[in-house]
């Protein structure tokens, strides 16, 4: 059953993005699906993160986030943020990007970018959901189609995540 339950949130609409977080001059990112819009005055957005991950330890320090909308041809880019540990690679070294008003690292070729400062933060289950206020943000690239999480295939490996069934 754990295979159908990964088929099934992967067909709940969600894009995919990069999630830039900074503490001061240390940055990092990583993919995420959750990020939702929750407020619009004033404007917040919502995303989760499991807080055992590297970036969580700067985003509560640093209290800051960047997102950037992936492009849908920008997959390569998912798995590179997605794959690997900001413990053992700075996956921010060989990709192009800028530091937003806050300081978070927004991607230059991104589809949009909102750029947001923590207003709160509780436990989710086995995350976190941290809340932000969008203090700036830019539509890039108008015309582009976003990439869908349901296209990325088992990029999260997430059915592994799932148990054999709900009870």
């Known amino acids: 059953m754990s295979d159908d339950i990964a088929m099934l949130f992967r067909r709940l609409t969600s894009g995919v993005y990069v999630i830039g977080v900074a503490d001061g001059e240390r940055r990092n990112a990583f993919t995420a699906s959750s990020v939702m819009q929750v407020s619009f005055a004033p404007l917040l957005v919502a995303l989760t993160i499991g807080p055992e991950h590297k970036s969580y330890e700067l985003l509560r320090r640093g209290a800051v986030f ?67 206020r969008v203090v700036d943000g830019a539509l890039v690239a108008p015309d582009g189609p976003p990439l869908i999480y349901a296209q990325t295939g088992n990029l999260d490996n997430s059915a592994e995540l799932f148990p054999d069934s709900f009870d």
């Open 66 to 132: 960047g997102i950037s909308v992936l492009r849908a041809e920008q997959q390569p880019l998912a798995a590179h943020f997605g794959t690997q540990s900001g413990r053992s690679v700075d996956k921010l070294a060989s990709i192009r990007w800028r530091a937003g008003i806050t300081g978070a690292p927004l991607l230059v070729d991104a589809l949009a970018h909102f750029d947001c400062r923590v207003v709160d933060d509780v436990a989710a289950g086995d995350h976190r959901l941290v809340i932000g």
